[in-house]
């Protein structure tokens, strides 16, 4: 079956530095690749997204690209803010069984908290 | 422009009782899902609907029921709650079912079992 690995967590960070989340993934075929993030309180929201080998997902900054050769989907930023603390979760949208369609549904990393001090 | 929203966002129950979440879109959607989210597991998807009137298990659904009977609403109950139903549910819907399209997200039901 499909399954998502997030680097281990939590990350702490100064203000300004850089952020590597590492996300790793097993499905068959070619899934969708996705980056939710969760600010407290809140609901899951999409960041970034990729559907195809080599394409590069980005939004505020963020980015990832998908490498079908090592199957990871690694979200990077080059300069975080005090903002970008809350819990990030990688997630695929894969094929059902037999190729079929899979309704859309998301199989979830664990999650990485990241901590943005100023 | 409310989204996905569910409610209630807190409830408190005991051994045994019985409850329902609702959850309601007003995007038109086709897909809707409920997951849980409890600490180092992610989500994990209980049930999920691909149009009114249907339903389907997910990974995680013993315990739980749904039922799709308006397409803008998808409710999730507990029959005889237990404490390790204690979690945070979060319910979603989609446009379709292409695995492209993201999921809209609720904030949350933050649900305690005693």
């Known amino acids: 079956g499909n399954s998502v690995t997030q680097m281990e967590g939590p990350v702490t960070l100064s203000e300004e530095a850089f952020l590597t989340i590492n996300c790793t993934y097993t499905a068959t075929g070619y899934p969708s690749l996705f980056w939710y993030v969760q600010y407290p309180g809140e609901g899951l929201q999409l960041l970034l997204k990729a559907t195809k080998a080599d394409d590069k997902g980005s939004n505020k900054g963020f980015e990832a690209t998908y490498r079908k050769e090592t199957t990871s989907f690694h979200l990077e930023k080059g300069s975080v803010q005090v903002s970008d603390s809350a819990v990030y979760f990688c997630a695929l949208s894969g094929k059902g069984c037999a190729g079929g369609t899979s309704y859309g549904k998301l199989t979830f990393g664990q999650g990485t908290i990241l901590t943005v001090h100023p | 422009n409310a989204g996905v929203t569910q409610t209630p966002k807190f409830r408190v129950l005991k051994t045994g009782q019985s409850m329902t979440l609702l959850c309601a879109q007003d995007?038109?959607?086709?897909?809707m899902y409920w997951y849980r989210q409890d600490p180092g597991m992610g989500l994990r998807l209980i049930h999920y609907?691909?149009?009114?009137?249907?339903?389907a298990k997910g990974e995680v659904p013993d315990g739980y029921n749904v039922s799709r009977l308006k397409k803008q609403n998808f409710l999730l109950g507990l029959e005889s709650a237990a404490p390790s139903q204690t979690s945070v549910y979060f319910c979603?819907?989609?446009?379709?079912?292409?695995?492209?399209?993201?999921?809209?997200f609720g904030d949350g039901t933050r649900l305690s079992i005693l």
């Open positions: 979603a819907s989609s446009s379709n079912s292409y695995s492209n399209q993201p999921q809209h």
């Open positions: 609907s691909v149009g009114e009137g249907t339903t």
């Open positions: 995007m038109n959607h086709e897909y």
